[in-house]
Each structure stands twice: as C-alpha cells, then as structure tokens.
C-alpha cells in the first residue's frame, strides 16, 4: 500500500497562476519530500520538510505540512511551462530507516 | 559526477528471459533502491540496500533478485520475465535513510513481450 496520495490526479492551469497540490498520508511521519518528475525522466528532489516544522519555502515553492490532519500542501507560485511535470510525495515512517514511500503523483500542465 | 546511472535505457525481452539492471552512483551514498513505476501507480519499491552486502525487500519484490556486491553498485535481476514486469525501472541512491533526498538514474524502460 502506499503511505502518501496526490491530490488531484490532474491540474491544468495557464501560465501565471498558482498550482496547488495536496498529499495525505496515514501514518506518523519523520519528514516528508516533494519530487518532481518530468515526461521520460528519473524524480527530481524538491524540498523536504521535517515533522516539526509547518512551512517551508523555496524559490517559487511553498510547501505546508499539518502533522493533525496527516497532510502536506505544495504551491507553485506564478507557474511556468517548463513547471509542467508530475509531483510526487513521499513520506517516511518514524522510527528506525527511513524507507521512503511514493503516492501516484500529479500532473500539472501550465499551458502558455 | 555522473550521478546515479542506468544501463540498459531500454530493453524488449521475451517471457521466461532473463536480464540483468545496473545502477550505479559515484556520491558514495549508503542507500540504494529499485522502483518500477506504471502508469497510474506512481513508483512502487522493489527491493533496497542499506550498505554494501545487504539488501532487503519492498512492496513488490516477488518475480525480482538484487544484489549489492560493491557499494557503487545495485543490480535487479530478472529470472524468468513476464510479461507483468512490464514497466519503467528506476534506481535511486540516497546518503542515508534518515529522510535525505534521494536522487534518481534516468531509468530503464523494459518490455516484455
């Protein structure tokens, strides 16, 4: 089974707007990473944000994370094309290696 | 650096071949993984290594073997394939398990007929 899920499957937005994407897990969690992936390519590491912090920025990205609720928010501020990829969570469990576990992805398209 | 590679990039075998995965990294990472990934199912582990000599299994591990002879290196092997092992093949490496970035090869994109 898989620890944590994107949400939505899908996002298409145009140029400028802001992408939102969601991803809920089940178990505690050490720390949770954003990847991206583009069309064709091995995972890109984002950000990673540890269990005790609530946010994080960089560059153009913010992620959120709400231990209470199991979840983490990943915002892409003023997107651009070249942001058009799919996302990907991936969570850990406390305690002993962390082996960490992927959810289905979502696939962002910026439309010029 | 080269970082994590792949050899094959693409493969088409026939059911009940057998082929051979390399990955390998030049960071000196600890840890290295196997993921295959299908469409609408995201990455699923396959088997992962936390040191030289030691592997472990994944959530999906039936079908496949590794082995971790030298730290630089992580085979998958494939004994008999099916054709439900078609799929997109990923290796990563990362320093450690405490949660640091794991970092991918390009992958290999197996077909198995």
């Known amino acids: 089974s898989q620890q944590g899920e994107e949400d939505p499957q899908a996002l298409s937005i145009q140029e400028g707007e802001n992408a939102t994407m969601n991803c809920s897990y089940k178990?505690?969690?050490?720390?949770l990473q954003w990847y991206r992936q583009n069309s064709g390519r091995g995972l890109v590491h984002l950000i990673l944000?540890?269990?005790?912090?609530r946010e994080k920025h960089s560059g153009r990205l913010r992620v959120t994370l709400d231990t209470s609720k199991k979840s983490s928010s990943l915002l892409i501020t003023a997107s651009r094309a070249a942001d058009t990829a799919s996302y990907f969570c991936?969570?850990?469990?406390?305690?002993?290696?962390?082996?960490?576990?992927f959810g289905r992805g979502t696939s962002l398209i910026v439309h010029p | 650096n080269a970082g994590v590679t792949q050899t094959p990039k693409f493969r088409v075998l026939k059911t009940g071949q057998s082929m051979t995965l390399l990955c390998a990294q030049d960071?000196?990472?600890?840890?290295m993984y196997w993921y295959r990934q299908d469409p609408g199912m995201g990455l699923r582990l396959i088997h992962y290594?936390?040191?030289?000599?030691?592997?472990a299994k994944g959530e999906v591990p039936d079908g496949y073997n590794v082995s971790r002879l030298k730290k630089q290196n992580f085979l998958l092997g494939l004994e008999s394939a099916a054709p439900s092992q078609t799929s997109v093949y990923f290796c990563?490496?990362?320093?450690?398990?405490?949660?640091?970035?794991?970092?991918f090869g390009p992958g290999t994109r197996l077909t198995v007929l």
């Open positions: 990563a490496s990362s320093y450690t398990g405490q949660g640091l970035a794991q970092y």
């Open positions: 178990t505690s969690i050490n720390n």
């Open positions: 944000i540890r269990s005790n912090e």
């Open positions: 991936a969570t850990g469990r406390s305690g002993g290696s962390y082996i960490p576990t």
């Open positions: 960071m000196n990472h600890e840890y």
């Open positions: 290594s936390v040191g030289e000599g030691t592997t």
